[in-house]
């Protein structure tokens, strides 16, 4: 097939390429992250020994604010592709929906990951 | 296409858990940052939250969590090597270290709680 590619294919190979592009972030994110929380668990956690070791850590808080903007790019176009494949339900108020759960998914994010890390 | 023989591919099973665990953590996500958002108003409403999780079967869903987020890290970096630096030939030994690096994660969590 030859020809320019039309917006619906152009618009889905930019989605198939932003979720390579996350998953290569959240790999590294998610390894850390891992560690993080087996090694946060030893001894069992308290609240001011969590609070105590993460308000003002800046260089986490940067961390995780990646962290957020890449999940809310990857897990939205994974869902999409998804209801894509298992259901007939195509188009625009798809394309929101998954819009909209990656708007969620910031400001979820970005709420949890200031009151522990700012 | 032979698709019984398709699905009794290692491959197909690695898919069904890449697309089910990214399902279920997709999920869990808005929750835990909600959970976290607001527990974190204070030490002693983190403290009661903490407190909650102390429950046997929230510590069991934890460690599926765990084992969630990394068998999906684990099957999403073998997709990324099979789909940008073409490692066909190595499917079936990515497959078994991808389960294999899900489980370790899981039995070092299981190990650091201390239960």
């Known amino acids: ?118 | 296409m032979n698709l019984s023989g398709h699905r009794a591919h290692a491959s197909y099973g690695a898919f069904v858990v890449h697309r089910l665990s990214g399902l279920a953590l997709a999920v869990f996500l808005p929750a835990h940052f909600w959970a976290l958002g607001t527990a974190i108003e204070g030490a002693a409403t983190l403290d009661g939250f903490l407190k909650w999780t102390d429950q046997p079967l929230v510590k069991l869903a934890e460690i599926g969590l765990v084992v969630l987020l990394a068998a999906h890290f684990a099957g999403g970096v073998r997709l990324l090597a099979l789909e940008f630096l073409g490692w066909r030939a190595w499917q079936k030994t990515a497959v078994a270290a991808s389960a294999g690096f899900s489980l370790a994660a899981g039995l070092l969590f299981l190990l650091n709680l201390g239960l």
């Not at chain 1, 390579?20 to 069992?44: D, E, F, M, P, W």
């Not at chain 1, 195509?90 to 910031?106: E, I, Y």
């Open chain 1, 1 to 118: 097939m030859s020809g320019p590619l039309t917006d619906a294919v152009r618009s889905d190979l930019r989605l198939w390429l932003a979720q390579r592009a996350s998953a290569a972030v959240l790999a590294a994110c998610v390894v850390v992250h891992l560690a993080l929380i087996i090694y946060a668990v030893r001894g069992g956690l308290s609240a001011a020994a969590i609070l105590g070791r993460t308000h003002g850590s800046l260089v986490w808080l940067g961390f995780y604010l990646v962290f957020i903007a890449a999940v809310a790019v990857h897990a939205p176009i994974g869902l999409r592709q998804i209801v894509r494949e298992m259901t007939g339900w195509r188009g625009r108020s798809l394309d929101a929906v998954a819009a909209v759960f990656a708007a969620l998914l910031v400001v979820l994010g970005v709420r949890a990951v200031w009151g522990l890390f700012a």
